[in-house]
């Protein structure tokens, strides 16, 4: 793995199990973005931009110098299917971002507790956000 992403996946492996943004300035319910944000800081010195808000972030991430869009998930990329970008109304008001990890695991903050968790899978994460929620889902490697 190259150098940059391995930083980037190790910082996301050490936040694991942990609340990244524990003094909860975003609500836990949709602290994805700002969760993704802080690892990147931790890791790089800046996040990547975007806040709290995975439209923006999406739109941080293509305007970035510093990732590039993939077609194919690998470990230390960032997934996001962005809020704004759903093809139709559906029960899944927000969408959300993560981190690959090993084996197709995806790591990324969990609305009900808070934490830093293995809590998708690329299928999980498909069927969720893709098939039921209409939102696409993009992936980005950090360069």
């Given at each position: 793995m190259e150098e940059n992403r391995q930083k980037f996946y190790d910082v996301?492996?050490?936040?694991?199990?942990?609340?990244?943004?524990?003094?909860?300035?975003?609500?836990?319910?949709?602290?994805?973005?700002?969760?993704?944000?802080?690892?990147?800081?931790?890791?790089?010195g800046y996040p990547i931009g975007g806040g709290a808000s995975t439209y923006l972030l999406y739109r941080a991430l293509l305007n970035s110098p510093f990732f590039v869009k993939i077609d194919l998930p690998e470990q230390g990329a960032v997934v996001i299917s962005p809020t704004g970008y759903r093809s139709k109304k559906t029960k899944i008001e927000n969408g959300h971002v993560g981190c690959v990890g090993e084996n197709g695991i995806i790591m990324s903050n969990d609305s009900k507790s808070g934490l830093f968790l293995e809590n998708y899978t690329l299928v999980s994460w498909r069927k969720r956000f893709v098939v039921e929620g209409s939102y696409p889902m993009y992936f980005f490697r950090r360069i």
């Open positions: 996301a492996l050490s936040f694991l199990g942990k609340d990244v943004t524990p003094r909860d300035e975003i609500p836990d319910e949709v602290a994805c973005a700002i969760t993704i944000n802080t690892i990147h800081t931790k890791a790089f």
